[in-house]
Structure formats: structure tokens, C-alpha cells
């Protein structure tokens, strides 16, 4: 008999040990016993499994329990945090995220933590911007291929050439872009803050036009917000931008009296469709204030998982879109990132610097909440898409 160890598949444990053969052992560069169901894990992860038990079927949970407990020893004996994204799974978001939130709120989180080490538990763009904002912590993303369809959407060097064709309009970035298109920007934004930044940098600029990307629909879900001019790039979520006003209309048959929340990536049609649009965090506030019987989230598919966590007795239909970037971070390579400390993410200093000024005044501009907030029932006005 060769040596047991428990088997990962797909990142799913399929209930077996086997023998370590042709790489079966999804972690084979862990000690013998460190993964191990013992009873010493067993009786430090016990009272977790009640957060999950809708998630994760009882006689999976002995796969799991040995990562959870090994990445919450590990955070602290290296002094580290996990910024979990509202899209991350439930095990990752219940179990081992430190701070959980929009991508705002992450954002703000960063600045706060005195953790030496900063995991990002989200995608690219976040971990970047933990690292614009804490340029002496080390951070790392647990997948170097966790993108955004958005942040690739667009370079540096389009914003260079956008502004000198629109000379002496200010251009708001959204937070889902690369650290080099930051660093050319006049000021950041989120799905929280969006309008109230649109606003006040029209204001402080003294003009009443704005170039808003990459998102072109968020682009135009602001400009009906607003009076200010929206001029917009054509980067598109691929999660959100597959949701169509005709799947709105279908679910509310099929659920008479649901409520329906979309993420202000979705297209104005579906926005226009909705009872509520706003950020991932306002869609989960909004189901905590107010505990719809039956509800669904139109954005990415954990968020459901998540919210429902907190409100079990609210009704979630789940017509969700997975973000396969979202999908890469897994708690396997969170622990194989936090333990080898793995792709670390760096920005070039001077970029930094640059991107550092664009998210700080976002991050300083006070706003109201609910001015995050979207009013599904404005007409839809005209964007020019460049
Ligand atoms: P939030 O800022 O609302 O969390 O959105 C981030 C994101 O990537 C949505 O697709
Ligand atoms: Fe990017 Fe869309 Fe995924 Fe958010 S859900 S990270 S915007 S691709």
C-alpha cells in the first residue's frame, strides 16, 4: 500500500483516499498529515460547519475542514488578511475572509488593515488596487488568471489618446481597470459611488460632461442618474451584459410577486426592469432591510449563496451568471498562495503613484448611500460610445 492521502477532484473531495499516483493529491507539496481530517481539526472547525451546511453536504465537510483550519492558522501566524469579494463561494466568504464586501468597501478595508500581508480574495483588478493603496504590504492573488472582461477592455495608452481628444473633460475610471489605466485617470470610481463621483469631479472641474469607462453600460445606467453628459467606452461585463430585459419579464411570470435586484453592470433594458439596481453590497443590504419573501439577484451566482447565508428566511430564485475569473480563486490556492507566498502582485512605483491619487479621491469623496442607489423607473438618455 502506497501512502494515503485524501483526494481532490475539481476541487471537490470525492470521498476516497488513494494512492499518490501521476499527481492524483491536488496539494502535493504538503507534508504528510498537514491537510488531514484529525481530530484536532475537527474540533477547531466543528462550530464553522453551521455557516455552510447549506452549502457543503455533511460528509464533504472533512475536505474541507483541514484547508479552512490550515488557512486561518497560517493568517495568523504570518500576520495575514483575506479580503473576500461578495463573489467569492461561501466557504471562502463564510469561512476564512477577514473582510468581506463591494469592491469599495474592500477597497477602504485596505487602507485599515495593519496585516502585514494582504490575500486577495477576488480578482486582478482588486489586488492591484489593495497594492496602490498599501504600497509596503505585501499582496498576492491566489490565480494570476483571475481577470475582468472589463479590465481588459481597455489600456494606458486609450486613455492617453481619449484625453487628447476630449481636452478639459474629466475621466472617471471604473475600479475594474488595470493599475497603468488608473494611473492615467483623473479619479476612480465603483458601482457604490458612481453618480456622487460623476458629480463632484463635473463640479471641482467646473464642467458638465464627463468621459465614464470602460463599462458601457454602467456608463449609461449613470447618465439617466444625472443631468451631467456621459460619454462612454464599449467594455462590457460578460457576466452581467448576458442578462436580457426578456429573462427579466419570464422570471416574474414564473415567480409572481418576486423581487428583483441587478447589478448596475446589466444592461439599462434589465435595469429598467428591476425594483432595485445597485452595487453588490446595496443588493445584499437591500434583502437585509428588507427581507423580500422571494427574491433574485441578477449578477454573479455566489452572491446569492452569500446573502441567503445571512437571510435564511429569504426565498432566493437563482438565475445567476458565474464569473469564470471570480471561479479561479479557490481555498486550495488561497492555502498554496498564503503558505509559499506565491504571485505576489506589484505595480511600478511611479504608476502607482499616479493610480494611488485616482482611487484616493474617490476613496476621500463623501457620499450619500442611497445616491448609490439606482432609480430603475428614469428614461433611458442618449451616450455617445466611443
Ligand atoms: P461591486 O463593486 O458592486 O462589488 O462590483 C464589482 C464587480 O466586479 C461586479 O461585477
Ligand atoms: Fe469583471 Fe464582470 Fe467578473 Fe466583475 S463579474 S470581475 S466585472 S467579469
Redesign the pocket.
Known amino acids: 500500500m502506497g501512502k494515503e492521502l485524501i483526494n481532490w477532484e475539481n476541487g471537490r473531495w470525492i470521498g476516497q483516499t488513494l494512492e499518490v499516483e501521476n499527481g492524483v493529491c491536488a496539494v502535493p507539496s504538503t507534508p504528510e498529515g498537514e491537510l488531514e481530517y484529525t481530530d484536532a481539526v475537527k474540533a477547531a472547525t466543528d462550530h464553522l460547519y453551521k455557516d455552510v451546511a447549506d452549502f457543503i453536504p455533511e460528509f464533504e465537510w472533512p475536505a474541507y475542514a483541514p484547508l479552512v483550519h490550515a488557512i486561518n492558522t497560517l493568517k495568523k501566524q504570518k500576520n495575514a488578511v483575506i479580503l473576500a469579494h461578495n463573489?467569492m463561494t461561501p466557504d471562502i466568504f463564510g469561512l476564512i475572509g477577514d473582510y468581506t464586501g463591494d469592491s469599495l468597501g474592500l477597497a477602504i478595508e485596505a487602507t485599515k488593515t495593519d496585516a502585514e500581508i494582504i490575500i486577495q480574495g477576488g480578482?486582478h483588478f482588486m489586488a492591484e488596487t489593495s497594492k496602490i493603496l498599501c504600497p509596503n504590504k505585501r499582496v498576492f492573488i491566489p490565480s494570476m488568471r483571475a481577470g475582468?472582461?472589463?479590465a481588459s477592455s481597455i489600456t494606458g495608452e486609450d486613455i492617453k489618446l481619449i484625453k487628447q481628444r476630449y481636452p478639459g473633460i474629466p475621466v472617471v475610471t471604473y475600479v475594474?481597470t488595470s493599475a497603468d489605466v488608473k494611473a492615467e485617470s483623473d479619479i476612480c470610481c465603483t458601482s457604490s459611488n458612481a453618480v456622487a463621483i460623476v458629480e463632484h469631479i463635473c463640479a471641482e472641474w467646473g464642467v458638465n460632461k464627463v468621459i465614464m469607462l470602460p463599462d458601457e453600460f454602467l456608463a449609461k445606467n449613470v447618465a439617466k442618474q444625472t443631468n451631467i453628459e456621459v460619454i462612454a467606452w464599449h467594455g462590457r461585463?460578460?457576466?452581467?451584459a448576458r442578462f436580457s430585459a426578456q429573462d427579466v419579464r419570464d422570471m416574474r411570470e414564473a415567480h409572481p410577486g418576486v423581487v428583483v435586484l441587478a447589478h448596475p453592470?446589466c444592461p439599462p433594458e434589465v435595469v429598467a426592469e428591476s425594483d432595485f439596481t445597485g452595487s453588490t453590497k446595496a443588493m445584499s443590504d437591500y434583502v437585509s432591510d428588507n427581507s423580500p419573501k422571494n427574491v433574485i439577484l441578477l449578477t454573479?451566482c455566489s452572491m446569492s449563496d452569500n446573502v441567503a447565508m445571512e437571510n435564511p428566511d429569504v426565498d432566493f430564485v437563482r438565475p445567476c451568471n458565474l464569473?469564470p475569473?471570480?471561479k479561479r480563486i479557490t481555498l486550495e490556492n488561497i492555502y498554496e498562495c498564503l503558505k509559499d507566498e506565491t504571485n505576489e502582485v506589484l505595480v511600478p512605483e511611479d504608476q502607482r503613484v499616479r493610480a494611488y491619487k485616482a482611487v484616493m479621491d474617490m476613496i476621500n469623496v463623501k457620499f450619500d448611500p442611497v445616491k448609490g442607489h439606482f432609480d430603475p423607473s428614469l428614461p433611458q438618455v442618449g451616450v455617445k460610445v466611443i
Open positions: 463573489y480578482v475582468c472582461s472589463l475594474n461585463c460578460e457576466v452581467h453592470e454573479e464569473c475569473h471570480m
